[in-house]
């Protein structure tokens, strides 16, 4: 039997791009929160009394990595192999082997994959061999070719686990780094796939398990819900495992039907007490919250002012240690049915309307764009991008329109 920690995409030192605006003592809790998360992972593990921890990829958040946050690891892994537990390490787009850093001498217990092949590390325990564990460090920072073909299978009685930081065919979401289709990892009879990349823990197979285990901080608000770490024993034939979450911050997002309300001071009521749901003891949530659905009230939301006091409100309070901080409020909010229709079926909106629709018309709009040395860069959109732009370009009209 085995037992061991299976975590992923630490991104140290990640600037937290566009939360600048925050509090400037919420920026630097948040700042440091996944230092923190992976602190508890370290104490998760000794707790545990695991064998050893896999590292899934993107320790850092660049190639160019902090000495704070590689003496930060160093420590970690000191306090790891005062407990004689092993680290296996993978390298991962983030933070490729190319990259720039000062290097530092690392505790023996501390395994790092190398690049341009895939590596096969044993784990011994008592002077025997229990596991073969094969992974691969990215190089540069971008490795676009499957290597699932260069793991070698299994062929002994050994426990076998693979470590692959990369994008499984079929998610989207992500940068297809290092593809990979899932019937190519089952073929190796590996007893666990420790994957990294995706900041969603999600299991791609159950027997074995073949799973990604998330980001251990979430970093913005398209990475809501726990963040953590999987505590994997492995016993004959069998694999159990159980997520645990160390996070300091949780983001989360409430959706607030407004069918129903007739006042605002209902909206105000009721967003307090859907704040106080996300209440956590000891741990920090960044709160998105979406008004949304036809409502009677929509043109009184349109000017946006009664949004901006709202957001006030629901920020009076302490945010030193458990606390749920607003973050944005976002009107998705339509006009009552009957006017809605009444707006969309109006000559002047249907041409609008054909205009969004027409390729030929938004290649015409995005033509003085393309041909700008600097705002070309940042236009590559794709089918789901232009049906987000036209949803937005929608609900304007209807806002412009309602307001007569």
């Known amino acids: 039997m085995i037992k061991f920690l299976h975590c992923a995409d630490l991104h140290l030192d990640s600037p937290f791009k566009g939360l600048s605006s925050l509090p400037e003592g919420l920026f630097l809790r948040l700042f440091d929160s996944a230092f923190l998360?992976?602190?508890?992972?370290?104490?998760?593990?000794?707790?545990?009394?695991?064998?050893?921890?896999?590292?899934?990829?993107?320790?850092?958040?660049?190639?160019q990595r902090s000495l704070?946050?590689?003496?930060?690891?160093?420590?970690?892994?000191?306090?790891?192999?005062?407990?004689?537990?092993?680290?296996?390490?993978?390298?991962?787009?983030?933070?490729?082997?190319?990259?720039?850093?000062?290097?530092?001498?690392?505790?023996?217990?501390?395994?790092?994959?190398?690049?341009?092949?895939?590596?096969?590390?044993?784990?011994?325990?008592?002077?025997?061999?229990?596991?073969?564990?094969?992974?691969?460090?990215?190089?540069?920072?971008?490795?676009?070719?499957?290597?699932?073909?260069?793991?070698?299978?299994?062929?002994?009685?050994?426990?076998?686990?693979?470590?692959?930081?990369?994008?499984?065919?079929?998610?989207?979401?992500?940068?297809?780094?290092?593809?990979?289709?899932?019937?190519?990892?089952?073929?190796?009879?590996y007893d666990y796939w420790a994957l990294g990349h995706i900041h969603k823990?999600?299991?791609?197979?159950?027997?074995?398990?073949?799973?990604?285990?998330?980001?251990?901080?979430?970093?913005?608000?398209?990475?809501?819900?726990?963040?953590?770490?999987?505590?994997?024993?492995?016993?004959?034939?069998?694999?159990?495992?159980?997520?645990?979450?160390?996070?300091?911050?949780?983001?989360?997002?409430?959706?607030?039907?407004?069918?129903?309300?007739?006042?605002?001071?209902?909206?105000?009521?009721?967003?307090?007490?859907?704040?106080?749901?996300?209440?956590?003891?000891?741990?920090?949530?960044?709160?998105?919250?979406?008004?949304s659905g036809h409502t009677p009230l929509y043109p009184e939301l349109l000017d946006g002012s009664f949004i901006e006091e709202l957001e006030g409100i629901l920020r009076e309070e302490d945010v030193e240690s458990s606390f749920v901080y607003v973050v944005t409020i976002k009107n998705d909010t339509l006009p009552s049915k009957q006017n809605e229709l009444s707006l969309k079926q109006s000559a002047f909106f249907q041409d609008v309307l054909h205009v969004l629709q027409d390729e030929g018309e938004r290649e015409i709009a995005l033509a003085e764009l393309i041909t700008h040395k600097t705002a070309r860069k940042h236009i590559s959109l794709g089918h789901e991008d232009w049906e987000e732009i036209t949803k937005q370009a929608e609900q304007l009209l209807l806002a412009e329109l309602n307001k007569g």
């Open 37 to 63: 998360s992976f602190k508890r992972l370290v104490d998760l593990a000794i707790k545990e009394e695991v064998d050893f921890v896999i590292i899934a990829g993107d320790l850092y958040d660049s190639g």
């Open 68 to 189: 704070k946050a590689q003496s930060f690891l160093k420590n970690c892994f000191v306090r790891l192999e005062t407990h004689n537990i092993q680290v296996y390490i993978s390298h991962g787009n983030h933070d490729p082997l190319d990259g720039q850093w000062i290097t530092l001498d690392w505790p023996k217990n501390v395994h790092f994959f190398e690049g341009n092949a895939i590596q096969t590390l044993s784990y011994e325990k008592e002077g025997k061999t229990i596991a073969r564990i094969h992974g691969f460090s990215y190089e540069t920072s971008a490795i676009t070719d499957n290597r699932t073909q260069h793991y070698p299978e299994k062929k002994d009685g050994f426990y076998h686990i693979g470590v692959l930081h990369g994008q499984a065919d079929g998610y989207s979401g992500h940068s297809r780094y290092a593809p990979f289709l899932l019937s190519e990892l089952l073929k190796k009879g």
């Open 201 to 291: 823990k999600m299991d791609l197979n159950d027997e074995p398990p073949v799973r990604y285990s998330g980001n251990i901080q979430g970093r913005h608000s398209g990475e809501t819900g726990e963040k953590g770490g999987y505590i994997v024993t492995l016993h004959e034939n069998q694999a159990s495992s159980r997520f645990v979450s160390t996070s300091d911050i949780e983001w989360h997002e409430a959706v607030i039907q407004l069918e129903n309300f007739e006042r605002l001071q209902e909206v105000i009521t009721y967003c307090e007490e859907i704040k106080d749901t996300y209440r956590q003891d000891q741990k920090g949530v960044f709160l998105i919250i979406t008004l």
